[in-house]
T-cell receptor, first 117, second 111 residues
Framework: NAGVTQTPKFQVLKTGQSMTLQCAQD?????MSWYRQDPGMGLRLIHY???????DQGEVPNGYNVSRSTTEDFPLRLLSAAPSQTSVYFC????????????????FGPGTRLTVT | RKEVEQDPGPFNVPEGATVAFNCTYS??????FFWYRQDCRKEPKLLMS???SGNEDGRFTAQLNRASQYISLLIRDSKLSDSATYLC????????????FGTGTRLQVTL
């Protein structure tokens, strides 16, 4: 049982480039989410999904796209990277019985450290 | 004003000491509360939920004060391994899919 996996661990992009951060979980969790963590800001929710085919915006969605075609995978796409997107990105998953995902333990992946120059 | 506020610390305490952190939240509709622990350059992990009546897990005690809108975490008999950042998490009523994290309080336990 690998839990939540994220790739890559580190990435350097130039301004304007696009890329996809991968996230996968093998716990059959309905709920998956993406956060970014910046110094002094805490973790901020980017996008989340309560099941395959369903996604919604979090607190800071601009510049990011997501899709959820399977229960296991929840990739995050940066459309045109900007220096302001330099951050550590965490993917998380949890159960979501009755739509109450927040009440369950969130399992986080190890993170992707992204630098945009 | 941030929705969830924490003293960033660091709190430097000797091994064996008792230390307490507070976390204040601004939205009175907040419904559920948690403490997560994050080691340096690692992912957050759930430490404990916070119940209205207060709850204890070994050396850790969590309390909720709805009237003053804060939650607390008390660590007794601190160990070196308790050194980490402690994140306060709040869920507002009606938004059970959105967690709001505080910026975290850093604890350093020394010999």
């Amino acid at each position: 049982n690998a839990g939540v996996t994220q790739t890559p661990k580190f990435q350097v992009l130039k301004t304007g480039q696009s890329m996809t951060l991968q996230c996968a979980q093998d716990m059959n969790h309905e709920y998956m989410s993406w956060y970014r963590q910046d110094p002094g800001m805490g973790l901020r929710l980017i996008h989340y999904s309560v099941g395959a085919g369903i996604t919604d915006q979090g607190e800071v969605p601009n510049g990011y796209n997501v899709s959820r075609s399977t229960t296991e995978d929840f990739p995050l796409r940066l459309l045109s990277a900007a220096p302001s997107q330099t951050s550590v990105y965490f993917c998380a998953s949890s159960y979501s019985l009755g739509g109450l995902a927040g009440y369950y333990e969130q399992y986080f992946g190890p993170g992707t450290r992204l630098t945009v120059t | 004003r941030k929705e969830v506020e924490q003293d960033p610390g660091p709190f430097n305490v000797p091994e064996g000491a008792t230390v307490a952190f507070n976390c204040t939240y601004s939205n009175s509709a907040s419904q559920s509360f948690f403490w997560y622990r994050q080691d340096c350059r690692k992912e957050p992990k759930l430490l404990m939920s916070v119940y209205s009546s207060g709850n204890e897990d070994g050396r850790f005690t969590a309390q909720l004060n709805r009237a003053s809108q804060y939650i607390s975490l008390l660590i007794r008999d601190s160990k070196l391994s308790d050194s980490a950042t402690y994140l306060c998490v709040v869920i507002r009523s009606g938004t059970a899919s959105k967690l709001t994290f505080g910026t975290g309080t850093r604890l350093q336990v020394t010999l």
